[in-house]
């Protein structure tokens, strides 16, 4: 069976701006809606030390208004063009989009550049948007069992540096001490034409791709130029050792842990990196995945388990440092040295052994229908295509992904748990608030 | 205003030389392109839909069996056997066992689950279109011959008591567990998650006699949406599950009683940061002739990012991250909700606020231009949301459930486009009106206690 993407055809045009604005184009005919959307080069990990939680806030204040837009008629134009929006921060960069039918291809071009140029930023909009941040956390986080497991509460434990380690929904007093001018010198320093990519896809009616690029051009291509800031290494060395951190969740009626570990470079060694994608389906996707046979069915010592290349749960969302982790809630009377020690055991046997063939022909099955589907919708294609471009030049990737992750070999992935097993590691626990010691556990 | 600083101030960033600029108007939305579809019920009673999407080269397929109670009021015991009868459906048949249909299923891209609710059992997934044959041979195998052994059996409601526990950890669990009772009373409607006690009572034996007495294909219906022939699709369905066969049609779910409107309950949730606000009215069925003129003043009162109540409660008041209201549909009819979770301290605030723009629907009735907007999205945001074969397949696989086609689909934006502003007016004074509601407030009651009764209309359970 062919599981080579048909749809990676997609022709990718690219243009630069005069002021340095990048450009991508990807029309896709086969779809009656399009969409629209800005990439900016900044997330969580550039944000200050003593303002965590700033990059997404600053996110939430995008929406607020802009010179030609009153505060809420960015959502009701987008609305009544009968659109779809929304905006997120990750890592390593921040996306706003909107998706719509098509006819709305000029009104979506104009409010997203409207925001680019001239956002309005108040201290009303400001002190409502952190009140507002606050209930996403609580709802999210503080309110709920798992709250944060384990995106914030596993970097800590894996890295030692501000900017990989901290909580990137941020600490409340941060959050509340943040000024309006923190908020324009993160305006002005990160959202220069220069750092930013914009993405249209989909259905591009009578424009076509240079009447699109004309489009591009006549909205945003008078927004001045200013300096791009120079983006650090956020590099670190990796832990020599096992690293071990117990939290205890008021809400968990069970308790759980999370394994974490670093992965290669995405950028320098993408196909070493997929490896890690391919290994973790190998582990955790479906029934007959080694460790849902190990741990859930045959051994019975966890209720759930999973394992993602990515710390958002997505390949190539993020430039080097990356984390590879394996997550599950397991019953109290099961200790997690258990679970880890059986964890070991699997990749140890798949380190030397590798996976079969036929068990690796089916995750890249998997894969590509998965794949498929995701891009079955314009939102997530776009979003795709815009990350892979902003962060490693590659649109390319997110087309490439089936064929890239069905050309892995037994060996590349025996690589990859060899890898896992050689270098130090994270272990977190979460501990219910009233439930009993577990045994192993470490503060 | 320091000499060293490097940016400009907030007032510079908002303000350019030429100023603000015109919005560019809106060009024609294209109709919502729909494919035909194809129907055929087979000799065994099982009604096949199937329409070809391209777009990928994958297949989506959704199968419904009716799986109501035949008790009158809510059964814990029935609604723990069928979820353990979901769980174990997929861990083996006669010929294959846990992993050997995991591996088939696998080998051509394709996820299979199942689930079960108080109305319907769910079967569906997607596959690679390539592989329907494949799927559909699996989906035969379990539908006929899931063996349920007792093993799997014992694992899988282990596995069950944990994962109860998980989920009523989450508040919105706790928080939707009272709605209903609010709503219906121990209608069978009620049962959505079963109790830890009755599944660690469920043998298999028992859900062996479920799963002859549920999973009949007499009333089952079976969506597919994909690359594919649709009539070498329906002849392919006929070949692999023509043989299943039942002892009785299978079972609809009666209509539960409309909600009575009345005081809300407060549920205390100890250590709550939040509360969650979820109040409801009787809705409109989707035949009923004011049914477009209520999606449009649904919209306008809390159905969109745009409404008055999302302004009002986050982007004016920062009490919220969210809040929402729409509809359920349940058979005989449909409930409106409102759900909005806020934080402790002002949750008797975000109550009078709610109720105060409830009120407003009344009095203040939207105006041309909220109608106008609710319109232009419910009319777009339908391409937009129809825009994939799984959105596709569900809402086919939703409308067939309660008797309506895509041809209703096809007619709807007509329908919205035809609604006048009096007639939004009339839905809204009456459907939204304070007094036909009812509700629920999880949270810490200690702290929100006091308040939420003095302002009134609020008892504790």
Redesign the interface.
């Known amino acids: ?1 062919s ?1 080579i993407d ?2 990676s055809a997609l022709a990718l045009h690219r243009a630069t701006l005069s002021n340095g604005l990048r450009v991508l184009v990807v029309p896709d005919p ?4 399009v969409g629209v959307s800005v990439h900016v080069d900044v997330g969580f990990r550039s944000e200050p030390e003593g303002r965590t939680g700033f990059a997404h806030l600053f996110e939430h204040l995008m929406f607020q208004g ?4 009153a ?2 008629e960015h ?3 987008v ?7 929304n905006g997120s921060t990750h890592q390593d960069y921040t996306d706003y989009f909107e ?6 291809l ?2 979506a071009l ?1 409010l997203e550049a ?1 925001r680019l ?6 201290q009303e909009n400001l ?6 941040v ?3 956390i ?2 999210n986080v ?5 709250g944060g497991f384990p995106w914030i509460l596993l970097p800590p434990v894996l890295y030692d540096t501000f900017p990989n380690a901290h909580n990137g929904y941020g600490d409340f007093s941060e959050l509340e001490q943040a000024s ?2 923190d ?3 993160f ?3 990160f959202y220069a034409p220069g750092n930013a990519l914009v993405t249209v896809h989909g ?1 591009l ?1 009578t424009h076509g791709v240079d009447g699109t690029l004309a489009l591009v051009e006549r909205h945003f291509g ?1 927004i001045p130029a200013r300096d791009v800031p120079q983006r650090p290494s956020f590099a670190e060395p990796a832990p020599g050792a096992e690293r071990r951190r117990s939290v205890t969740d ?5 308790p759980a842990l999370a394994l974490g570990y670093r992965v290669p470079d995405p950028a320098a060694d993408p196909d070493g990196y997929l490896a890690h994608a391919m290994l973790a389906s190998v582990l955790t996707d ?3 995945a080694r460790l849902q ?1 190990r741990l ?2 045959t051994d ?1 010592l966890v ?2 388990v999973s394992a993602a290349n990515g710390l958002m749960g997505a390949p190539f969302d993020s430039r080097d440092p990356d984390t590879f982790t394996i997550t599950a ?1 397991h ?1 109290a009377e099961i200790g997690p040295d258990r679970v880890t020690a059986a964890v070991d055991e699997e990749l140890d046997r798949l380190a030397e052994q590798g996976p079969d063939q ?1 068990e690796l ?3 890249s ?2 894969w ?3 794949l ?2 995701e ?4 939102m997530y294609r776009m979003l795709g295509l815009g990350a892979r471009e902003l962060l490693y030049g590659r649109a390319e990737l997110t087309l490439e992904l089936p064929a890239r992750l069905a050309a892995l070999t037994t060996t590349d992935v025996a690589a990859a748990a060899a890898r896992l097993r050689s270098a130090g590691r994270a272990v977190l626990t979460v501990e219910p608030a009233s439930g009993a010691e577990p045994e192993g556990s470490a503060a | 205003m320091t000499a060293t600083r490097t940016h400009r101030s907030a007032e510079e960033i908002g303000r350019t030389e030429r100023g603000p600029r015109p919005l560019p108007g809106l060009g024609t939305t294209a109709q919502v392109p729909l494919p035909e579809v194809v129907t055929e019920t087979l000799p065994n009673g099982l009604t096949v839909l199937a329409a070809r999407r391209p777009g990928v080269p994958l297949v989506e397929t959704v199968l419904r069996i009716p799986a109501a109670s035949p008790e009158p009021v809510a059964d814990a015991a029935r609604t723990a056997g069928t979820e353990v009868l979901a769980e174990t459906m997929l861990t083996g048949t006669a010929t294959r066992d846990r992993v050997g249909l995991d591996d088939d299923l696998a080998a051509v891209g394709a996820e299979l689950g199942v689930a079960v609710d108080p109305e319907w059992l769910h079967a569906g997934g997607s596959a690679l279109a390539s592989g329907l044959p494949v799927v559909l041979d699996v989906l035969a195998d379990v539908l006929t011959g899931a063996t349920h052994t007792d093993s799997e059996v014992a694992r899988e409601r282990e596995r069950l008591v944990e994962r109860i526990a998980v989920a009523r950890a989450q508040p919105r669990t706790v928080a939707r567990e009272a709605l209903m009772r609010r709503r219906f009373g121990d209608h069978p409607i009620v049962s959505e998650l079963p109790t830890a006690e009755a599944v660690a009572a469920v043998t298999p034996e028992r859900v062996r006699a479920l799963h002859a007495d549920t999973v009949v294909p007499d009333g089952a219906r079976l969506v597919l949406v994909g690359d594919i022939d649709p009539a070498a699709a329906i002849a392919e369905v006929a070949r692999r599950l023509g043989h299943w066969s039942g002892a009785h049609p299978a079972r609809r779910l009666s209509a539960p009683p409309v909600p009575r409107a009345g005081d809300l309950e407060l549920v205390h949730r100890a250590g709550s940061v939040q509360s969650q606000l979820r109040l409801t009215a009787p809705g409109v069925d989707r035949t009923d002739e004011r049914y477009a003129a209520f999606q449009i003043a649904n919209l306008v009162f809390g159905g969109y990012f745009s409404s008055r109540w999302m302004e009002n409660v986050r982007e004016d008041k920062g009490y919220t991250y969210g809040a929402h209201s729409g509809q359920e549909f349940v058979p005989g009819g449909a409930v409106l909700g409102l759900d909005v979770d806020v934080a402790t301290d002002v949750t008797a605030a975000a109550l009078l606020e709610t109720r105060y723009e409830l009120g407003r629907m009344v009095a203040v009735p939207p105006t041309e231009q909220e109608v106008e907007s609710a319109r232009q999205y419910a009319i777009g945001s339908l391409l937009v949301s129809l825009d994939s074969q799984s959105a596709l397949a569900g809402t086919l696989s939703a409308l067939d459930a309660v008797g309506l086609d895509a041809g209703w689909l096809r007619d709807r934006p007509r329908r919205l486009a035809e609604v006048t502003v009096e007639q939004v007016t009339a839905a809204a004074a009456e459907l939204f009106a304070p007094a036909r509601f009812t509700g629920v407030i999880v949270g810490d009651a200690e702290v929100t206690g006091p308040r939420l009764e003095a302002l009134g209309g609020v008892v504790r359970a």
């Open positions: 069976m599981v048909e749809k086969a779809t009656p809606v802009s010179e030609s837009l505060k809420l959502f009701r134009q609305q009544a063009a009968g659109g779809i929006f998706v719509l039918p098509g006819a709305a000029d009104r104009f409207d140029r001239a956002p309005t930023l108040t002190l409502n948007q952190v009140d507002v606050k209930e996403e609580r709802l503080h309110n709920r069992p798992y309006l001018d908020a324009a010198a305006f002005d320093t259905d009616g008078d008021a809400h968990a009626p069970l479906g029934e007959a046979r859930v069915h019975g209720t759930d809630v019953p036929a022909d089916r995750q099955a998997r590509a229908a998965a498929h589907r891009d079955d919708r314009v």
